[in-house]
Nanobody, 119 residues
Framework: QVRVVESGGGLVQAGDSLRLSCVLS????????MAWFRQTPGKARESVAT????????DYADSVKGRFTISRENSKSTVYLQMASMKPEDTARYYC????????????WGQGTQVTVSS
């Protein structure tokens, strides 16, 4: 059974940095492409960053390009989201998701971790 668990959320000030971590268990981590999504109440969930199985291919939402970095350590079954120059509009619940490489939908989701950026 695949399990995805996020950590690292919290309260920061505008301009600060924060790193989220996500650990996948139950299957071989390198079989999965990974992604970070975020959602605020009343808004649709949006994709923040994606990374392929090897880490060699990444993609970002325009709103976070140049500020956020997604990376992974397959030896630790962990994907990270390094967030820098944070803004109040980055406030959201952040979710980690996994899909089998080549798949279309993200099949496995964590419970999310709250990130709040004060101005």
């Amino acid at each position: 059974q695949v399990r995805v668990v996020e950590s690292g959320g919290g309260l920061v000030q505008a301009g600060d940095s924060l790193r989220l971590s996500c650990v996948l268990s139950g299957r071989t981590f390198s079989d999965f492409a990974m992604a970070w999504f975020r959602q605020t109440p009343g808004k649709a969930r949006e994709s923040v960053a994606t990374i392929n199985w090897s880490g060699g291919n990444t993609d970002y939402a325009d709103s976070v390009k140049g500020r956020f970095t997604i990376s992974r350590e397959n030896s630790k079954s962990t994907v990270y989201l390094q967030m820098a120059s944070m803004k109040p509009e980055d406030t959201a619940r952040y979710y980690c998701a996994a899909k089998y490489s080549g798949g279309i939908e993200y099949d496995f989701w964590g419970q999310g971790t709250q990130v709040t950026v004060s101005s």
